[in-house]
């Protein structure tokens, strides 16, 4: 019985539990990187390209130097033979060249870091170095895809495409184009660097993300052992794939912190963190569907042109092959070909945004199934209902890669949760009429959605219980935001049967978790959550052995409930098992180690595959060209809720970010590469009163994963996959066009010519 997996006891895992961090964050006592202060520091400030492409012939760096309190003024000069960031899932066919560099000779994009200033603080460091200096040769710019060679070609498919073409009774294509545009976490980077010269270890704080990865990027490139390198993940405000990931400036602080001796702090501005931090989404789909008579798909065809930015950054060529490899998505396509090119122009590099590559091939092929409806002469719900794989069909082994991982679809079934969220949605079709026959301008429009998540290959946890019988777990998790600490506590809570609040989980710190991968892909609860499973039952089974020895009673016969073991009327809870491990214990057995704690990984092969579907009603002024959206539905199927609250919370916030991308979220530069929105002024981020007022949701819980014990999926991104999809259906019902939107976002300007 000590070897099996224990029954759950606490009934901890479905709840809605309150979040744990909320009571740090909401008390105004979170830590963010620029809290984090230490004895001596001082302040960085990063001097970035005005131009979009030009060889550096002359940094002058005297007149800054020259400031009294401006302790250094560094160059790519200064940092000698750094080779450039690597990518952290590489594919093997990465381009030469496209990595970023530190400080180069040569810049492709306007805020490219090109010097570094330290001075006494951050106001001093600003003016310096403004006076820092540049001679510049200038060189030609690419600023849109088309006019650049590809850099990188990808293929994916299968089955005889131009067969089913040529066989069609219906065949639609479609030009669609996806802006570019970001993740804007609440506060941007900071970071905090001190190096210790009497043991020669050096610390990091605020590298929120993948810490591990990072902190072995940073050795390597400071040829320092890993070990003496600590990273300390801070609160952050979102991350959203863009935030944590290894930038220049996280080699940068370091090294300079190692140079003067002294801790060196430097934190980000609004205006660097719109051309610094990864954009995404920028690209272009001619987008092509076969149909039978019954409009049933014979195959899809997708050619992509994917507008990389500058450089590979850590993502290397991860979202045009997502793109290509999840385009297909719940539905059954006999044959299936997909190409991209991926191009490098002289804007800001991109990287991954929450549902990378599912969001751009998600608009492409639920519009073009909307359109291709109203051409065939099919109702947008029937086209989807006769071409939806069905129950039957999965598990659904799909002859496509997903992140260098086989495409199993796990469980499901995806036709019952469009009709769920139709039926959920019925009446909004009476509202949209009610709208109309008043004079406005109103639509609805929907779209089915695949998702990943739970990207392997492993994640490590450690739970320790203590002798006052609190428990600790080790992740190898970061939280960013999306309440993982809480989601964690409830997963160990309810193996060992304790209160949830008397879990303390510690993310993020490279000493206390060597080996852990971070929170990104939706993997966290999938993966993390899995590991303090395994780790917790690991806890459980040497805490009934000691309690048995303790007790003096065989273990198959002790009762385990709240958090003890009992043998009739004696027990003894998990804080006294926890003492009785130390050294020297009557009950600890001679050889055996002390303590009250286990680490495990869990690993998986392959990912698991949440579905969902938006749902839009949308009213827009025809005076303005305005958008707004009175209702709004999410309905996602998510396997296992550990704790719904978030799961919810979860989809509404990423309602919002795929508002912003689908209205109005744009970089957009002019015929030099100039940023032309870099300021909230021309980013136009969504605020509450763009956002939808009431956002419903569906937390489906019908199909746990096979593939993993606790059954869940992720929900980090199912809130906004779908969101530019259904966004633009509803548009285009509320303009009545017989032809495609053509582009995200859908801004007023467009929207008021499409009116005339």
């Given at each position: 019985?000590?070897?099996?997996t224990?029954e759950?006891?606490g009934?901890?895992?479905?709840a809605?539990?309150?979040?744990?961090?909320?009571?740090?964050?909401?008390?105004?006592?979170?830590?963010?990187?620029?809290?984090v202060?230490?004895?001596?520091?001082?302040?960085?400030?990063?001097?970035r390209?005005?131009?979009a492409?030009?060889?550096i012939?002359?940094?002058d760096?005297?007149e800054?130097?020259?400031?009294?309190?401006?302790l250094?003024?560094?160059?790519?000069?200064?940092?000698?033979?750094?080779?450039?960031?690597?990518?952290r899932?590489?594919?093997g066919?990465?381009?030469d060249?496209c990595?970023?560099?530190i400080?180069?000779?040569?810049?492709?994009?306007?805020?490219?870091?090109?010097a570094?200033?330290?001075?006494?603080?951050?106001?001093?460091?600003?003016?310096?170095?403004?006076?820092?200096?540049?001679?510049?040769?200038?060189?030609?710019?690419?600023?849109d895809a088309?006019?650049?060679?590809?850099?990188?070609?990808?293929?994916a498919?299968?089955?005889?495409?131009?067969?089913?073409?040529?066989?069609?009774?219906?065949?639609v294509?479609?030009?669609?184009?996806?802006?570019?545009?970001?993740a804007?976490?609440?506060?941007?980077?900071?970071?905090?660097?001190e190096?210790d010269?009497?043991?020669?270890?050096?610390?990091?704080w605020?590298?929120?993300?993948?810490?591990v990865?990072?902190?072995?990027v940073?050795?390597?490139?400071?040829?320092m052992?890993?070990?003496?390198?600590?990273?300390?993940a801070?609160?952050?405000g979102?991350?959203?794939?863009?935030?944590?990931?290894?930038?220049?400036?996280?080699?940068?602080?370091?090294?300079?912190?190692?140079?003067?001796?002294?801790?060196?702090?430097?934190?980000?501005?609004?205006?660097?963190?719109l051309?610094?931090?990864?954009?995404?989404?920028?690209?272009?789909?001619?987008?092509?569907?076969?149909f039978?008579?019954?409009?049933r798909?014979l195959?899809?065809?997708?050619?992509?042109t994917?507008?990389?930015?500058?450089?590979?950054?850590?993502?290397?060529?991860?979202?045009?092959?997502?793109?290509i490899g999840?385009?297909?998505?719940p539905?059954?396509?006999?044959?299936y070909?997909a190409?991209?090119?991926?191009v490098?122009?002289?804007?800001?590099?991109?990287g991954?945004?929450r549902?990378?590559?599912?969001?751009?091939?998600?608009?492409?092929r639920?519009?073009?199934?909307d359109?291709?409806?109203?051409?065939?002469?099919?109702?947008?719900a029937?086209?989807?209902?006769?071409?939806?794989?069905?129950?039957?069909?999965?598990?659904?082994?799909?002859?496509?890669?997903?992140?260098?991982t086989?495409?199993v679809l796990?469980?499901?079934d995806y036709p019952?949760l469009?009709e769920?969220?139709?039926?959920?949605?019925?009446?909004?079709?009476?509202?949209?009429?009610?709208?109309?026959?008043?004079?406005r301008?109103?639509g609805?429009?929907?779209?089915?959605?695949?998702e990943?998540s739970g990207?392997?290959?492993?994640e490590?946890?450690?739970?320790?219980?203590?002798?006052?019988?609190?428990?600790?777990?080790?992740?190898?998790?970061t939280?960013?935001?999306?309440?993982?600490?809480t989601?964690?506590?409830q997963i160990?809570?309810?193996?060992?049967g304790?209160d949830?609040?008397?879990v303390?989980?510690?993310?993020?710190d490279?000493?206390?978790?060597?080996?852990?991968?971070?929170s990104?892909?939706?993997?966290s609860?999938?993966l993390?959550g899995n590991?303090?499973?395994?780790?917790?039952t690991?806890?459980?089974a040497?805490?009934?052995?000691?309690?048995?020895?303790m007790?003096?009673?065989?273990?198959?016969?002790?009762e385990?409930?709240?958090?003890?073991?009992?043998?009739?009327?004696?027990?003894?809870a998990?804080?006294?098992?926890?003492?009785?491990?130390?050294?020297?214990?009557?009950y600890?057995?001679p050889g055996?180690?002390?303590?009250?704690?286990?680490?495990?990984?869990?690993?998986v092969?392959?990912?698991?595959?949440?579905?969902?579907?938006?749902?839009a009603?949308?009213?827009?002024?025809?005076?303005t060209?305005?958008v707004t959206?009175?209702?709004?539905?999410?309905a996602?199927?998510?396997?296992?809720?550990i704790n719904?609250?978030?799961?919810?919370?979860?989809l509404?916030?990423?309602?919002?970010q795929?508002l912003?991308?689908?209205?109005?979220?744009?970089?957009?530069?002019?015929?030099?590469?100039?940023?032309?929105?870099a300021?909230?002024m021309?980013y136009?981020?969504p605020?509450a009163?763009?956002?939808?007022?009431?956002?419903?949701?569906?937390?489906a819980?019908?199909?746990?994963s096979?593939d993993?014990?606790?059954?869940?999926?992720?929900?980090?991104?199912g809130?906004?996959?779908a969101?530019?999809?259904?966004?633009?259906?509803?548009?285009?019902?509320?303009l009545?066009l017989?032809?495609?939107?053509?582009?995200?976002?859908?801004?007023?300007q467009?929207?008021?010519?499409?009116?005339?």
């Open positions: 019985m000590s070897t099996a224990p759950r006891t009934g901890v895992v479905g809605r539990v309150r979040r744990h961090e909320d009571d740090r964050l909401l008390k105004g006592l979170g830590r963010f990187a620029d809290d202060n230490r004895l001596g520091q001082v302040h960085a400030r990063i001097v390209s005005t131009l492409h030009g060889e012939l002359r940094i760096t005297a800054a130097r020259a400031l009294p309190g401006v250094a003024v560094i160059t790519g000069a200064d940092l000698g033979d750094i080779p450039p960031i690597p990518i899932l590489p594919r066919d990465e381009p060249g990595l970023q560099r400080l180069p000779d040569e810049v492709r994009y306007v805020g490219e870091p090109v570094a200033v330290v001075a006494a603080d951050p106001y001093l460091a600003e003016d310096a170095a403004e006076l820092v200096t540049v001679e510049y040769r200038e060189l030609p710019v690419v600023l088309a006019d650049g060679p590809a850099s990188a070609r990808m293929q498919g299968f089955g005889e495409v131009d067969a089913a073409f040529s066989a069609a009774a219906h065949v294509e479609l030009d669609l184009d996806v802006g570019r545009h970001a804007v976490p609440m506060e941007p980077r900071g970071l905090v660097a190096y010269a009497a043991n020669g270890r050096l610390q990091v605020g590298a929120t993300k993948v810490p990865f990072n902190r072995n940073l050795a390597r490139m400071l040829g052992p890993a070990e003496q390198v600590r990273l300390h801070m609160d952050a979102g991350g959203f794939g863009a935030r944590g990931e290894f930038y220049p400036e996280d080699l940068l602080i370091p090294w300079l912190a190692r140079r003067l001796r002294r801790p060196v702090k430097w934190t980000e501005d609004r205006a660097e963190n051309v610094a931090l990864n954009h995404s989404r920028q690209q272009r789909h001619r987008i092509a569907a076969a039978d008579a019954d409009a798909l195959a899809l065809r997708d050619g992509i994917h507008d990389n930015g500058a450089y590979l950054r850590t993502h290397g060529l991860l979202v045009p092959e997502l793109t999840m385009l297909p998505g539905y059954r396509v006999p044959a070909q190409s991209v090119e991926v490098l122009t002289n804007k800001t590099p991109c991954t945004y549902a990378p590559g599912r969001y751009e091939g998600t608009f492409a639920e519009h073009l199934l359109v291709a409806a109203d051409r065939i002469g099919i109702d947008r029937e086209i989807r209902r006769r071409n939806l794989l069905r129950p039957e069909e999965i598990p659904h082994v799909r002859p496509l890669r997903a992140l260098g086989d495409m796990d469980a499901g019952a469009l769920t969220a139709l039926a959920r949605t019925s009446g909004w079709r009476d509202e949209v009429a009610r709208l109309r026959n008043s004079g301008k109103a609805y429009g929907f779209a089915v959605f695949l990943k990207l392997g290959p492993h490590t946890a450690d739970v320790i219980v203590e002798p006052s019988g609190r428990i600790r777990v080790h992740s190898g998790g939280s960013l935001g999306q309440g993982i600490e989601v964690l506590a160990a809570a309810d193996r060992l304790v949830h609040e008397d303390q989980v510690v993310n993020g490279t000493d206390l978790q060597p080996f852990g991968l971070g990104w892909a939706s993997r609860t999938v993390a590991a303090v499973d395994l780790a917790a690991a806890v459980l040497r805490a009934r052995s000691l309690a048995a020895r007790l003096g009673a065989p273990e198959d016969l002790l385990h409930a709240a958090g003890a073991f009992a043998f009739g009327d004696r027990s003894v998990l804080g006294e098992i926890a003492a009785a491990c130390a050294p020297g214990s009557p600890l057995e055996t180690e002390p303590g009250l704690a286990a680490r495990r990984v869990f690993e092969d392959h990912m698991t595959y949440p579905y969902g579907v938006h749902v009603l949308v009213d827009i002024d025809p005076g060209g305005h959206v009175p209702r709004y539905l999410v996602y199927e998510i396997g296992k809720a719904p609250t978030l799961v919810e919370g979860q509404v916030g990423g309602v919002a795929g912003g991308g689908a209205l109005y979220e744009n970089f957009h530069y002019d015929d030099q590469g100039q940023p032309q929105a300021t909230f021309d136009l981020m605020t009163a763009e956002v939808p007022g009431l956002v419903d949701t569906i937390v819980e019908d199909a746990p096979p993993n014990p606790l059954g869940t999926k992720g929900a980090g991104e809130g906004i996959t969101a530019g999809a259904a966004l633009a259906n509803a548009v285009r019902d509320a009545g017989g032809e495609a939107v053509g582009r995200l976002p859908l801004s007023p467009w929207i008021c010519t499409e009116l005339g």
